[in-house]
């Protein structure tokens, strides 16, 4: 974490065990997800929101899959 400070990446303090856990189960079961859409999947179950994106590539079987809400901006 001091290394990600260093170089001005600010994070959450709500980054919790049960956050880091979210992401990574959801790596381990959807693999051809990215890790940082892993992140912003797990975001958004934290604030009850949906996720904001034009990339129907991994989006679009995860909607399938009703892992998450997901508003297509094109």
Do not use: P, Y
Request: hydrophobic letters at 45%.
């Amino acid at each position: 974490m001091r290394d990600l400070a260093a170089v001005g990446i600010h994070t959450r303090r709500d980054m919790s065990t049960r956050f880091w856990l979210g992401v990574g189960a959801l790596k381990g079961t959807i693999r051809r997800v990215s890790l940082a859409d892993c992140f912003a999947v797990q975001l958004s179950d934290v604030l009850n929101c949906e996720v904001v994106t034009s990339d129907h590539h991994e989006f679009d079987a995860l909607v399938a899959q009703h892992v998450c809400r997901v508003r297509f901006i094109r």
